[in-house]
């Protein structure tokens, strides 16, 4: 199975700052990797798929890239609505695993 | 719009069954692999269990697997899992969700909690 580490896993941050989430995989999954937002109770929204392409209709504030089995997400400038908790999602291979996940927070 | 309604969470004991569905709309539910995911109250997203268009392939996570049935009637537009052997760390809101890419059309989720 591939293990997904996910890192950090909390992460404090003021609006306007840039911050960055990753991910690196146990093996190599190409670029089948995605990156999900979740606020409380609601279901996850696919920001990035295939690593580094955008979902439409998410702001471009939002990237994603990739080197090797290492994937990172990063938001430009933080936003008020953008405190959330992040999750990558492997789905090279099953059983498709995600992350644990990332809290983002106000500081 | 696209949607999927999840349905039949429930409070059931240690052992028990549950069937749950997702019907979906607004979209050619034929075409598309679907797929399970859950999420115990205060975790992380945990995938449970995918299946092709037809029905003909079907994977699962390691700790659902002979406990856990997916499947699907494409006349009816739905998606069923059926859970047999519930465990107390089966509790959680599970979800449905579009395409083998897992995509971002997921339902609202249903609750299954599993207590005496």
């Known amino acids: 199975d591939v293990h997904m580490t996910q890192s950090p896993s909390s992460l404090s941050a003021s609006v306007g700052d840039r911050v960055t989430i990753t991910c690196r995989a146990s093996q190599s999954i190409r670029n089948f990797l995605a990156w999900y937002q979740q606020k409380p109770g609601k279901a996850p929204k696919r920001l990035i798929y295939a690593a580094s392409s955008l979902q439409s209709g998410v702001p471009s504030r939002f990237s994603g890239s990739a080197s090797g089995t290492e994937f990172t997400l990063t938001i430009s400038s933080l936003q008020p609505e953008d405190f959330a908790t992040y999750y990558c999602?492997?789905?090279?291979?099953?059983?498709?695993?995600f992350g644990q996940g990332t809290k983002l927070e106000i500081k | 719009e696209v949607q999927l309604v999840e349905s039949g969470g429930a409070l059931v004991q240690p052992g028990g069954s549950l069937r749950l569905s997702c019907v979906a709309s607004e979209f050619t539910f034929s075409a598309f692999w679907m797929n399970w995911v859950r999420q115990a109250p205060g975790k992380g997203l945990e995938w449970v269990a995918s299946?092709?268009?037809?029905?003909?392939?079907?994977y699962y996570v390691d700790s659902v697997k002979g406990r856990f049935t997916i499947s699907r009637d494409n006349a009816k537009n739905s998606l069923y899992l059926q859970m047999n052997s519930l465990r107390a760390e089966d509790t959680a809101t599970y979800y449905c969700?579009?395409?083998?890419?897992?995509?971002?059309?997921w339902g609202q989720g249903t609750l299954v909690t599993v207590s005496s």
């Open positions: 999602l492997q789905h090279n291979s099953y059983p498709y695993t």
């Open positions: 969700a579009r395409g083998r890419n897992i995509e971002d059309y």
């Open positions: 299946i092709k268009q037809d029905g003909s392939d079907k």
